[in-house]
């Protein structure tokens, strides 16, 4: 891999060797695994031939964990049995208190600020559970597909904000999966429809789940993907439609409701089964069982349209309003994807047809359509589509700023801003001689910040002191490829600048991964400890090789002696590391050489990349553009600028 | 880290700093920019290489919005030509111009009343938009000819016709559930 294969990742890899990547759909109910596979994108079983993997964990006193249907088998252990833990990824003791998960769970949300489940093995922070579940995929594709993961995509609600994506980040991490991209689950759905060969257009993904229910727009041209604008309904599903079922029986029946909670849930699941009879056929009989042995009532496709009714008019909403957002008429929609099993309802197809005035996509499994289209971005990130040329640019789901006096947000980036963005934002001091300032970091789109989620607080100190309004501090929000954010914010009238970043409050910070990471491995064989080494090994390979022939391309015209000197030392240093006697090579060491060795060459790879990008910008053709980088000689660049001063304003 | 991509966005995006531009040109030059650029596309590289990829990616994204919208196309023209526009110290601004600022917000106010407040709300869209049409066509007069206090007060009655868009559609959000 050399160090200037910019618009062709993996051309260079030879031998051309297949990394195995997948793609992992992490939802609320149910989780699961998907892979390409000679050509085509499938999703992947375990042992017992299962691929949709509910997304439940039981935790038991001896510490084992159980994920999947093995686990729900032990939900009469309500307490230890956690379900539905995505709702609280992400979130605080205080968003637990508004979650019914709050009734069904015990819940110690004192220390720190990462609420967690009391469980029979400890205190499990969704993170923990979620990682479990990660970390179940992860085997299963593993043996599935014969070999070690080099990473994988993992999907996420289009709305999910920096906390959440940060949590899912940190559940990877924790599984020791490598996370390839975070990708909008809309998006991976458009990508399984291979709507990036359909040519331009603007397509409308219509997600409704068994719990929530998303819409988004998304924009294709030119093999570039764009996410336009994106709404919801968190709490709006197919268990709306199963209740709404349940109801209509009791008024049948001429009942007020079931008290026993074991009567409502076999009347639900009883719903349920006609509820999916009714896909295909006309009319379905419901049978009462024990509840009231011997009653049992006839729901045709006439009655049930109208119990759903209600439900599909409440999707419409959120339909109009990302049309709004995005400024796109409904005539202008090319396609309409359909996600999520209760898209199988035929009046919820027939609804979303009419409204966006044309047939809906529904030939892919809509509970497989999201991992199935992450696992082909996995393919394509993991290198093995040197010629793919599909790009997904995201948005910033919520807007993301800052608070001001008085309590008021100053919005630093609105919401559905393409990311990854840079924007900067400068502030001054309002006493003389002040020397420090607090800094709120908040999301949301309210004006006032008690109406926002807060992200982070942090200051900024040793600011020179002045009279008032005449230090300027530079506050930078940078939003990666991931949406995740990272502030930090320098003085720099005085030259002596002095800069923090952040991280959410919410999420992990890296020593917490780290320790967590290091406490599995610890309690783990002997055998994980020999893989997180050969992991460590083949990522140091990969650095040294990419360093080294980027040195004996070019190290001469971009170092001076003593600079090329120093990289050479940490080469060395790197290579000895790695030469130790494999069985006895420490990983921490090894780690340590990779990471001196990638910051000794920062300001390599810094010029070096500037130097290509301005051979290549100046007057290059477009076309030219997309399939070299590194090839022309022309050298009369554009002048110099960084993106510090371009950027702000 | 520093991204060294050009000094400013019309040259990024290899169009002539004048307030028309070629969306085309624009939209197939930011994809082609983006293509080489976005993290994706460094997947499998090293750590500096990722930074970079994301300050430059950023970097496009923002010349891209920037040149994107008029009135922010409008507004960074002006900054190139050393004019700033946000001195609040000047608030100064055309009688009339105001005067009819303060017709339509009262029509605003009214419309969420009305019988058909969707309806009320649409006509003062085209208004709006009829508007800022005109704003447009006058910044690229004045700022053709150079004359850039002028096309300043132009971008300034400009702001206020977006600011009142903006809350026109976060009334029809409220409206619409």
């Known amino acids: ?649 | 880290m520093q991204v060294d991509l050009s000094t400013n966005y019309f040259e990024l995006f290899e169009l002539p700093a004048v307030f028309a531009v070629d969306s085309g040109r624009l939209t197939t030059r930011f994809r082609a920019l983006q293509k080489a650029f976005h993290p994706d596309r460094f997947a499998a590289a090293t750590d500096a290489e990722r930074r970079w990829s994301v300050q430059a990616a950023s970097f496009v994204n923002d010349g891209y919005q920037t040149l994107g919208k008029p009135l922010r196309r409008a507004a960074y023209l002006l900054s190139l030509n050393g004019i700033s526009i946000d001195e609040e110290t000047d608030t100064t601004m055309d009688p009339m111009f105001l005067m009819e600022q303060m017709e339509l917000r009262e029509a605003l106010e009214e419309a969420q009343t009305a019988d058909e407040p969707m309806d009320a709300l649409d006509s003062i869209r085209k208004q709006l938009r009829t508007a800022m049409r005109e704003q447009a066509l006058q910044f690229e007069q004045t700022a053709d000819d150079k004359k850039w206090q002028q096309a300043r007060t132009v971008v300034r009655q400009w702001q206020f016709l977006d600011k009142l868009e903006s809350e026109l559609l976060a009334i029809e959000a409220r409206l619409d559930v």
């Not at chain 1, 890899?13 to 109910?29: E, K, S, Y």
């Not at chain 1, 010629?387 to 630093?412: F, I």
Request: net charge negative; glycine share 8%; charged share 25%.
């Open chain 1, 1 to 649: 891999m050399a160090l200037l294969q910019i618009a062709e990742p993996g051309q260079s890899q030879a031998p051309h060797q297949r990394r195995l990547a997948v793609g992992i759909d992490l939802g609320t109910t149910n989780s699961l695994v998907a892979a390409v596979q000679s050509g085509s994108a499938q999703v992947l079983c375990d042992d017992s031939d299962i691929w949709s993997v509910p997304s439940v964990v039981h935790f038991n006193a001896d510490g084992q964990v159980t994920v999947g249907v093995a686990a729900e088998s032990m939900q009469t252990d309500a307490l230890n049995t956690i379900r539905s833990a995505k709702r609280l990824m992400g979130k605080n003791a205080e968003d637990l208190e508004q979650s019914w998960l709050n009734e069904h769970y015990r819940f110690d949300s004192t220390s720190g600020s990462l609420p967690a489940f009391i469980t029979a093995a400890g205190n499990k922070t969704a993170i923990d559970v979620s990682s479990a579940i990660l970390g179940t995929l992860k085997t299963t594709a593993e043996s599935s597909l014969g070999g070690d993961l080099v990473g994988a995509v993992i999907t996420v609600p289009a709305y999910f904000d920096d906390a959440q994506r940060q949590a899912t980040k940190d559940a990877a991490a924790l599984a020791g999966l490598q996370v390839l991209r975070l990708l909008n689950e809309p998006t991976a759905a458009a990508v399984a429809y291979g709507l990036d060969n359909d040519g331009d257009g603007t397509i409308a993904i219509y997600d409704l789940g068994g719990g929530t229910f998303d819409i988004s727009l998304l924009r294709m041209q030119r093999g570039v993907f764009e996410v336009l604008a994106t709404a919801g309904d968190t709490a709006l599903g197919g268990d709306d439609i199963d209740n709404a079922i349940v109801d209509w029986l009791l008024e049948q029946a001429g009942l007020e409701s079931l008290d026993d909670e074991f009567a409502r849930s076999t009347m639900k699941a009883a719903a349920r089964l006609a509820k999916e009879d009714l896909t295909d056929k006309h009319e379905t009989v419901i049978e009462w069982v024990d509840v009231k042995p011997g009653r049992a009532d006839t729901l045709t496709r006439d009655d049930f349209n109208a119990i759903v009714e209600p439900l599909v008019k409440r999707t419409l909403t959120p339909c109009r309003s990302v049309l709004r957002d995005a400024g796109v008429d409904r005539e202008d929609i090319s396609a309409v994807v359909m996600v999520g099993g209760s898209t199988r309802v035929p009046l919820v197809r027939e609804r979303i047809s009419a409204f966006f005035e044309r047939p809906v996509l529904t030939n892919i499994d809509p509970d497989q359509v999201v991992a199935i289209g992450a696992a082909i971005q996995a393919d394509i990130l993991a290198g093995n589509k040197p010629d793919n040329d599909l790009l997904l640019l995201d948005v910033t789901p919520l807007s993301l700023g800052l608070e001001t006096m008085g309590g008021l947000v100053e919005k630093v980036i609105p919401r559905n801003t393409t990311i990854p963005i840079a924007r900067g934002q400068e502030f001054t001091t309002y006493k003389d001689g002040q020397t420090a300032m607090s800094l709120h970091v908040v999301q949301g789109e309210r004006e006032l910040v008690t109406d926002c989620r807060s992200l982070a607080r942090f200051e900024l100190n040793d600011i020179p002191p002045r009279v008032a309004g005449a230090a300027r501090i530079q506050v930078l929000f940078q939003v990666d490829a991931d949406g995740l954010l990272t502030v930090s914010a320098l003085e720099r009238e005085s030259g002596a600048a002095a800069s923090v970043d952040v991280k959410p409050s919410y999420g992990l910070s890296d020593g917490e991964i780290e320790q967590m990471l290091q406490a599995s491995m610890d309690n783990a064989n002997e055998d994980m400890q020999k893989r997180a080494l050969q992991e460590q090994l083949v990522d140091a390979s990969r650095v040294l090789e990419a360093i080294s022939s980027a040195l004996t391309s070019d190290g001469d015209e971009y170092l001076s002696g003593d600079e090329r000197a120093a990289i050479d030392r940490l080469v060395e240093k790197l290579q000895a590391a790695m030469q130790a006697d494999t069985a006895n090579a420490d990983r921490n060491a090894v780690q340590a050489a990779v990471q001196a060795l990638e910051q000794g060459s920062e300001k390599f790879v810094e010029r070096r990349m500037n130097a290509s990008v301005r051979r290549m910008m100046a007057g290059q053709a477009i076309d030219e553009l997309e399939t070299t980088l590194a090839r022309t000689n022309n050298n009369n660049s554009a002048t110099d600028s960084t993106i510090d001063s371009s950027v702000s304003g």
